[in-house]
């Protein structure tokens, strides 16, 4: 980034404070796309163009205007908020026609979702015969009407809210006993989603959609150590925030792992996708700072050859150059060998050369093949 390019933004702490936001507010805000950031997603290093502070501060209303778009509240305030009792917007919400934009443990353990108060209103004028009469079941509708929203942290909303909230799910829980719960699963798609539209990085983007799977399928999709290595450094945070007990972080790390298996295979198969266009554009780094040659289709081998083990096709191919090869001796140790055609080298050093996991494969001498 230029020294021009830097003057004519601002870090985002500066912006938020123009914007008179609180932090919770302007990250969300900006998940949301209200406020326009130019940088790098991830890195926590993204910046505000100053014309985009400024046509926000010349916006009817502001800041209040601008506030409201991007206000959480919890189960109690949101039931209250579309005029229905608690209990009937917590079945809406298993039932995945709320979708929350957060979500965290409170001080109880308590599990704690918050929603946008925007998306309420219009949900509550849109649909109006799901605020009274007989209720949906659960899991009829997995994905919200309009997938947009993002995220807040823990200074929007007060632990007071968080408490009647908590109370209020408890109390609606044992009336939704044994259906199924929409909540996280919806929660962590719309997550995803924010994040994916703010990241151009291809490997960024790999490791966003892998965060959600457990570390066994992430093994066994990205078999490399160094690739894993890479996505995990890249590892967005879905949930801020870290709870103290292991409890609560067990709690939280199993709403943070995809668990249904429609949503697993649809994770998969976009981490599949994602890597294949990561890889194209470039390697993960590895210690060396080299990356890996892509391995190459492998051919039949002629008649004659068949009996060639892998090492020595790969030495026979390598006659004429400069490089060398490891060769691994008895005791493990590892020693180079140069290449000068195969002559001249003694047959102990050409025998190591040639061992395969222990096995020695018997190597004739130079010039006594046709003999």
Same mark, same amino acid.
């Given at each position: 980034?230029?020294?021009?390019?830097?003057?004519?933004?601002?870090?985002?702490?500066?912006?938020?404070?123009?914007?008179?936001?609180?932090?919770?507010?302007?990250?969300?805000?900006?998940?949301?796309?209200?406020?326009?950031?130019?940088?790098?997603?991830?890195?926590?290093?993204?910046?505000?163009?100053?014309?985009?502070?400024?046509?926000?501060?010349?916006?009817?209303?502001?800041?209040?205007?601008?506030?409201?778009?991007?206000?959480?509240?919890?189960?109690?305030?949101?039931?209250?908020?579309?005029?229905?009792?608690?209990?009937?917007?917590?079945?809406?919400?298993?039932?995945?026609?709320?979708?929350?934009?957060?979500?965290?443990?409170?001080?109880?353990?308590?599990?704690?979702?918050?929603?946008?108060?925007?998306?309420?209103r219009a949900f509550a004028s849109s649909e109006p015969?799901?605020?009274?009469?007989?209720?949906?079941?659960?899991?009829?509708?997995?994905?919200?009407?309009?997938?947009?929203?993002?995220?807040?942290?823990?200074?929007?909303?007060?632990?007071?809210?968080?408490?009647?909230?908590?109370?209020?799910?408890?109390?609606?829980?044992?009336?939704?006993?044994?259906?199924?719960?929409? /909540? &996280?699963?919806?929660?962590? %798609? #719309?997550?995803?989603?924010?994040? !994916?539209?703010?990241? =151009? *990085?291809?490997? @960024?983007?790999?490791?966003?959609?892998?965060?959600?799977?457990?570390?066994?399928?992430?093994?066994?999709?990205?078999?490399?150590?160094?690739?894993?290595?890479?996505?995990?450094?890249?590892?967005?945070?879905?949930?801020?925030? /870290? &709870?103290?007990?292991?409890? %609560? #972080?067990?709690?939280?790390?199993? !709403?943070?792992?995809? =668990? *249904?298996?429609? @949503?697993?295979?649809?994770?998969?198969?976009?981490?599949?996708?994602?890597?294949?266009?990561?890889?194209?554009?470039?390697?993960?780094?590895?210690?060396?700072?080299?990356?890996?040659a892509p391995a190459p289709t492998p051919e039949p081998? &002629?008649?004659?050859?068949?009996? #060639?083990?892998?090492?020595?096709?790969?030495?026979?191919?390598?006659?004429?150059?400069?490089?060398?090869?490891?060769?691994?001796?008895?005791?493990?140790?590892?020693?180079?060998?140069?290449?000068?055609?195969?002559?001249?080298?003694?047959?102990?050093?050409?025998?190591?050369?040639?061992?395969?996991?222990?096995?020695?494969?018997?190597?004739?001498?130079?010039?006594?093949?046709?003999?």
């Amino acid at each position: 980034m230029s020294v021009m390019e830097v003057s004519e933004t601002l870090a985002a702490g500066r912006a938020a404070q123009e914007l008179r936001l609180k932090r919770g507010e302007f990250e969300l805000a900006t998940q949301m796309g209200h406020v326009r950031t130019v940088g790098g997603a991830l890195s926590g290093r993204r910046r505000v163009p100053r014309g985009e502070v400024e046509r926000l501060r010349r916006a009817a209303g502001f800041p209040d205007a601008l506030r409201e778009r991007v206000r959480t509240v919890g189960t109690a305030e949101g039931a209250e908020l579309m005029d229905i009792s608690p209990g009937r917007f917590t079945r809406l919400a298993r039932a995945g026609y709320l979708v929350p934009v957060r979500v965290y443990l409170n001080r109880y353990r308590a599990v704690v979702w918050l929603y946008l108060a925007e998306e309420l209103r219009a949900f509550a004028s849109s649909e109006p015969g799901l605020l009274a009469g007989r209720m949906p079941r659960s899991g009829t509708r997995t994905e919200p009407r309009k997938r947009t929203g993002g995220r807040a942290r823990s200074g929007c909303g007060s632990e007071t809210d968080a408490v009647r909230d908590a109370e209020a799910a408890e109390a609606a829980g044992a009336m939704a006993a044994g259906e199924e719960d929409c /909540r &996280p699963r919806n929660w962590r %798609g #719309r997550r995803i989603g924010l994040l !994916l539209h703010e990241s =151009d *990085d291809r490997w @960024e983007r790999a490791a966003i959609v892998g965060s959600v799977l457990d570390p066994v399928q992430l093994a066994e999709l990205v078999p490399d150590p160094y690739e894993r290595a890479c996505l995990n450094r890249l590892r967005p945070n879905l949930a801020p925030g /870290r &709870p103290a007990s292991e409890a %609560g #972080r067990e709690a939280m790390g199993r !709403l943070l792992t995809a =668990d *249904d298996p429609d @949503e697993i295979s649809w994770h998969r198969s976009s981490l599949t996708a994602l890597l294949a266009d990561a890889r194209r554009d470039r390697q993960a780094p590895r210690p060396s700072g080299t990356a890996p040659a892509p391995a190459p289709t492998p051919e039949p081998a &002629p008649a004659s050859e068949s009996a #060639r083990t892998p090492e020595s096709a790969r030495a026979a191919d390598s006659v004429g150059t400069s490089e060398s090869v490891l060769a691994t001796g008895s005791a493990g140790t590892c020693e180079p060998v140069p290449h000068a055609g195969g002559r001249g080298r003694p047959l102990l050093t050409r025998l190591r050369a040639r061992r395969v996991r222990g096995r020695e494969v018997a190597v004739p001498l130079v010039g006594s093949a046709n003999r």
